[in-house]
């Protein structure tokens, strides 16, 4: 069984900043890549940011230049710094990860999500 638990969501005024964390545990054989995705009521759910084994990262347009991604391979973490935030960036935050829990078994995980809240 494998868990991934966000935290770190909050209420900020636009300009300001929130860093998210995900931590992911439970029956790991090698995590691969490693994302933050967004929903807001009514729409579908969006790629935010993604980061591979390797360090890749993607960004979407929307975030470039002020959110950031990174993790920690050695503690099963990957972190969301955001800045600049903007009343748009409201939503429900999810982390997801692509996960070998042995070497022939792979799927895809998904956090509960943590609410980010923009305004003033």
């Known amino acids: 069984q494998v868990q991934l638990v966000e935290s770190g969501g909050g209420l900020r005024q636009p300009g300001g900043s929130l860093t998210l964390s995900c931590e992911a545990s439970?029956?790991?054989?090698?995590?691969?890549?490693m994302a933050w995705y967004r929903q807001t009521p009514g729409k579908e759910r969006e790629l935010v940011a993604s980061?591979?084994?390797?360090?890749?990262?993607n960004y979407s347009d929307s975030v470039k230049g002020r959110f950031t991604i990174s993790r920690d391979n050695a503690m099963n973490m990957v972190y969301l710094q955001t800045n600049s935030l903007k009343s748009e960036d409201t939503a429900v935050y999810y982390c997801?990860?692509?996960?070998?829990?042995?070497?022939?078994?792979?799927?895809?995980?998904w956090g509960r999500g943590t609410q980010v809240t923009v305004s003033s």
């Open positions: 997801n990860a692509h996960i070998y829990t042995s070497t022939s078994n792979f799927g895809e995980y």
């Open positions: 439970g029956n790991i054989f090698a995590i691969i890549g």
């Open positions: 980061i591979n084994r390797g360090g890749a990262i």
